[in-house]
């Protein structure tokens, strides 16, 4: 009797994880060049994460002091740049810490999926290797609770043309 009420809340707990609503996030990393047209590249490589905002309150305020930093014209060039190198080494080790509700790498093309349970609001961070820019990150929020495609600007705002289609909030992390 016990092992079979065991068993059966065993079944139901796991029946209902695989029945909880999920969202798939579409994205693609993108670079934009400049001069016109617009020549719009994915961006392969691109380490990126699903967060639920809530859950994650430190990551969002480095997020947050780091663009406030960026848009601040009253520090010097020197202070800024050590400003925002600590800002960006203290978010990216806070994403690589932090629990997660998906994460994926971006393909040749720059697209990714990201599968995540339905959840109020999402943080998508993104890491990459670049030598040639110095701080190769981004972020942006958006709702969880459906469907939806995106574009992760990875060109610090050369990809603006693409922010109202993005359905979310575009921050880039960069100079």
Same mark, same amino acid.
């Given at each position: 009797?016990?092992?079979?009420?065991?068993?059966?809340?065993?079944?139901?707990?796991?029946?209902?994880?695989?029945?909880?609503?999920?969202? &798939? $996030?579409?994205? @693609? *990393?993108? /670079?934009?060049?400049?001069?016109?047209?617009?020549?719009?590249?994915? +961006? !392969?490589?691109?380490?990126?994460?699903?967060?639920?905002?809530?859950?994650?309150?430190?990551?969002?305020?480095?997020?947050?002091?780091?663009?406030?930093?960026?848009?601040?014209?009253?520090?010097?060039?020197?202070?800024?740049?050590?400003?925002?190198? &600590? $800002?960006?080494? @203290? *978010?990216? /080790?806070?994403?690589?810490?932090?629990?997660?509700?998906?994460?994926? +790498? !971006?393909?040749?093309?720059?697209?990714?999926?990201?599968?995540?349970?339905?959840?109020?609001?999402?943080?998508?961070?993104?890491?990459?290797?670049?030598?040639?820019?110095?701080?190769?990150?981004?972020?942006?929020?958006?709702?969880?609770?459906?469907?939806?495609?995106?574009?992760?600007?990875?060109?610090?705002?050369?990809?603006?043309?693409?922010?109202?289609?993005?359905?979310?909030?575009?921050?880039?992390?960069?100079?």
């Amino acid at each position: 009797m016990i092992k079979s009420s065991v068993t059966l809340a065993v079944f139901l707990a796991a029946t209902a994880l695989a029945a909880a609503p999920t969202v &798939t $996030l579409t994205g @693609k *990393a993108q /670079s934009c060049h400049p001069g016109l047209p617009i020549r719009l590249v994915g +961006v !392969s490589g691109v380490e990126v994460s699903a967060f639920r905002v809530n859950r994650v309150p430190s990551l969002m305020a480095y997020l947050n002091a780091f663009d406030s930093t960026a848009g601040s014209s009253a520090l010097t060039t020197e202070a800024l740049m050590m400003r925002l190198d &600590t $800002l960006s080494t @203290k *978010a990216d /080790s806070m994403a690589k810490r932090s629990k997660v509700l998906a994460r994926a +790498v !971006s393909d040749s093309l720059g697209n990714f999926n990201l599968r995540i349970p339905l959840t109020d609001s999402v943080l998508i961070y993104a890491a990459w290797d670049d030598e040639d820019d110095t701080f190769p990150q981004a972020h942006m929020t958006m709702s969880g609770r459906t469907s939806r495609a995106f574009v992760l600007d990875m060109d610090h705002g050369g990809c603006t043309p693409h922010r109202a289609a993005s359905g979310g909030v575009l921050a880039t992390i960069g100079l």
